[in-house]
Structures are given as C-alpha cells and as structure tokens.
C-alpha cells in the first residue's frame, strides 16, 4: 500500500496580477490568509497557509509576482521569488481559463525554467465557472504547450469550489513522503503582525484606481489590552505613503474613507484573531522609501 504513505511539502501559485493565486490559496486553506485585490504587486510578503489533509500536507508559499523591476523593493522582492522557487517542491502556473495566453505568461514560465530547473511544474486552469467546456478544454491544451508534456494541467474554480481537492490531489502526489510540518489546525506560521498589517494594506488598497500599491506599507505599532473593555485588544498601525497627495487619498474627505478602512480591516482581523478589537490607523509620509534602504529596512523588506 504505498499509495497511503503520508506526503508533504512546499509549493507555490505563481503567474501574472489577477489570475486567481489568492482566492485559489483562500480556497485551499479554507480560511481568508492570503490577500485578494485586483491590483498588481499587492503580496509583499511570503505568507504560508498550510493544507491539512488526511494523506498530506501543502505548505503554500506565496510569493510577490515576478516583474521587471524599476526600483530598489522591485529587485528586492524579485530577488526574494528567486529564492522562493529553488526552495518549493512545486510551481503552480495560474493561468485563468477566461484570458489569452500572453506574452507575460510566457516569460513566467521562461524565468522558471531558467531559475528553478529541478522544481516541479503544474498548469492549474482558474476560473473555469467563467467559460464554456470547449473553451476549458482549449485552454488546457494551451498550458500544456506551454509548459511542455511532463506538467500535469488541472482546472479549478477556486470561487465555486469546483475541482479544488482534485488540485490538492494532485500537488500531493508530487510530494516527498515525510511528515507533516506543521500541528494540525495552524493555517498559517506568519506572525500575527504581519497578518493583521496585510488586511490593513488591503483594505486600504480596495478601490483606489492610481498608483497607490507600491507605495504603501503597513506597520503594526503595537498591541495591548483596550483599557475600555479589557476583552478587547487595541491595535496601532502606520500606513506609510511616499506623498502628500496620497496620504490626502487614503485619508478622504474628512476622513471618511480612512474611516472605512478601519472598519474593514478590523473584521478581517477579528475573524482571523478570534477577538474584538479597536484598530487605530494614522497615515504617515515617508518621502521615496520605496528607494531608499535605510527606510525599507525600516519598514521590514
């Protein structure tokens, strides 16, 4: 019965802004971790969620896209994927079922092969929900001549649920056999902090239609008990913008829509956390850290 042995490992969703990485880990791991928005570069951290199944355990890795960088964060966080895909056991390429595939996809695939050679590869097709049958199938051949004839493709709908333990499946059988990494029941092994400042950065990125992604972090000040109601706990958090004119952006008219973040941001984290909290956020510039190394190191990359 070798087929029961019990597999585990690392493997990371990769492909272009947009491709349904995020709702695919959310889906997989059964709880909101990984940050979904519609805008590019918003990951900036290597968040884990962590898949428990009977036979295996996935450690998903998730890692800032792969661009050609323009600033010093831009290398950085390149430098950091780098790392990432040498150290996986698995590559996803997410490639959605709804979209051509583009030149972009192309070099993804081409920095892999070039960066990670001995990594496996997987094609996973999103957004199946959102096509016909004929035009899954399509896009299947597709990837597939993409990424060669030893990768397996599969389809999923991560936002109907559709083929998601197929997909766990199959990144499991590609895994060394080996115990589990982590207890049953963690989802994720990032530190709190780091949760709670990517669902502020979230939520203060939903909506806002200009240059806003790369130019804003979030740091946790502190934590400690609200001195109102000693059930809750009161969080600190700077949002860090390069301008004035952003700062003027996040905040709103009169505030309201930093209102709105908070508001947001802070039901995210309650479910996450478990408990109620009061979230006070200020917004802060900091001039062009985005190149300058001294504040980046500031700001954690």
């Given amino acids: 019965m070798a087929d029961t042995e019990f597999r585990s490992g690392f493997?990371?969703?990769?492909?272009?802004p947009n491709t349904g990485k995020s709702t695919l880990t959310n889906a997989l791991v059964g709880s909101k971790i990984a940050i979904t928005s519609s805008r590019p570069q918003t990951t900036r951290h290597t968040i884990r969620g962590i898949v428990h199944r009977e036979h295996a355990q996935l450690i998903l890795v998730d890692t800032p896209g792969l661009h050609r960088p323009r600033?010093?964060?831009?290398?950085?966080?390149?430098?950091?994927?780098?790392?990432?895909?040498?150290?996986?056991?698995?590559?996803?390429?997410?490639i959605p079922a709804d979209e051509?595939?583009?030149?972009?996809?192309?070099?993804?695939?081409?920095?892999?092969?070039?960066?990670?050679?001995?990594?496996?590869?997987?094609?996973?097709?999103?957004?199946?929900?959102?096509?016909?049958r004929d035009q899954v199938a399509h896009q299947l051949m597709a990837v597939s001549q993409l990424l060669g004839p030893e990768a397996e493709v599969v389809p999923v709908s991560?936002?109907?649920?559709?083929?998601?333990?197929?997909?766990?499946?199959?990144?499991?059988?590609?895994?060394?056999?080996?115990?589990?990494?982590?207890?049953?029941?963690?989802?994720?092994?990032?530190?709190?902090?780091?949760?709670?400042?990517?669902?502020i950065r979230e939520a203060a990125l939903e909506g806002v239609r200009d240059e806003l992604p790369h130019s804003l972090a979030v740091v946790i000040e502190e934590i400690q008990p609200y001195e109102a109601n000693e059930d809750m706990l009161e969080v600190h958090a700077l949002l860090y913008v390069e301008r004035?004119?952003?700062?003027?952006?996040?905040?709103g008219k009169n505030g309201s829509r930093l209102k709105e973040v908070g508001t947001n941001a802070r039901k995210q984290i309650e479910h996450i956390l478990g408990t109620r909290i009061y979230l006070n956020l200020h917004v802060k510039v900091a001039k062009d850290w985005q190149r300058d190394p001294k504040q980046l190191g500031k700001l954690g990359f």
Avoid: H
């Avoid at 493997?11 to 272009?16: A, D, T, Y």
């Fill in 244 to 251: 004035p004119s952003q700062k003027a952006i996040i905040i």
């Fill in 158 to 199: 991560a936002v109907k649920g559709e083929q998601v333990e197929v997909l766990v499946d199959v990144i499991a059988s590609k895994m060394p056999e080996g115990p589990a990494f982590y207890p049953d029941g963690e989802i994720t092994d990032e530190p709190e902090e780091t949760l709670m400042a990517e669902l």
């Fill in 11 to 16: 493997v990371c969703f990769v492909g272009r």
């Fill in 71 to 94: 600033t010093l964060l831009g290398q950085r966080l390149n430098d950091l994927v780098r790392d990432t895909y040498s150290e996986v056991d698995v590559i996803a390429v997410c």
């Fill in 100 to 132: 051509k595939i583009g030149p972009g996809d192309r070099w993804i695939v081409e920095q892999i092969k070039m960066m990670a050679p001995k990594t496996t590869v997987l094609g996973v097709v999103t957004k199946i929900d959102k096509v016909s």
